[in-house]
C-alpha cells in the first residue's frame, strides 16, 4: 500500500505548523503551499488506486504501475469522478458501473465513492484557488478543513472492503482510467 498520500497529507500539516515561539497569522505562501499539497495528496492517492488494481499491488510491478500513472490526467479523474458525485451515477457510465445481477434502473454510487469524489473535485478547485488566483483569500482554517475531508475521504475508501464496494472501486478505477469516457455504440 502506497504511502505516497500519507506523506503528502504530513508535509501540508506541517506547512501549517508555527516555527517556535511565532505568533500570528501564517504566511500566505505556506497556507496555500499546504492547500496545493492537499490536493496533491487525493489525486496521488487514486492513480495509485487506479495503478494497483489495474497492474497489480505486487512490488515488482512498481515500474510497470508508475508509467501507467503517468497516463492519468487531472482533467481526466475530474470527468470520470463528476459522473459519480451524485445518489445516482451519470447515465453514460451506469451500466458500466452497475453492479453484477443488478436490476435495471439508476446505479447509485457507494457513499464512499460520491465522498471522495466530491472531496476530490473540491481540493481540485481549491488547489487552482491556491496556485493561480491571488485575489482569492485561503486561511489557514480552509487549509485544516480541506486537509481534514481528504484524510476522512481516503479513509473511508480504504476502510470499504466487502465483494460489492471493491468491484464497484475497480470497475470505477478502470472508468478514471478511460477519464470517463466510455464507448457506448459500435
Known sequence: MSTHDKELLKAAEHLLERPDGKRGRL???????????????IFHFLIDEIGQRIVGAHGNLLTRRRILERTISHKGLKTALDKVRGKAVD???????KPVRAAAGPVAAPAFVR????????????????????????????????ADRVKTSIDAWR?????????????????????GQLRLEP
Not at 125 to 143: F, H, I, M, Q, V
Open 91 to 97: 447515465k453514460s457510465v451506469a451500466d458500466f458501473l
Open 27 to 41: 504566511s500566505r505562501a505556506r497556507v496555500r503551499r499546504s492547500v496545493s499539497t492537499v490536493y496533491y495528496a
Open 115 to 146: 465522498n471522495i469524489a466530491n472531496v476530490f473535485v473540491d481540493a481540485r478547485e481549491k488547489r487552482l484557488e491556491a496556485d493561480y488566483d491571488l485575489n482569492e483569500t485561503l486561511g489557514e482554517e480552509d487549509a485544516r478543513a480541506l
Open 159 to 179: 476502510a470499504a472492503t466487502n465483494d460489492a464496494d471493491r468491484d464497484f472501486k475497480h470497475a470505477l478505477c478502470i472508468l478514471m482510467l478511460l477519464k
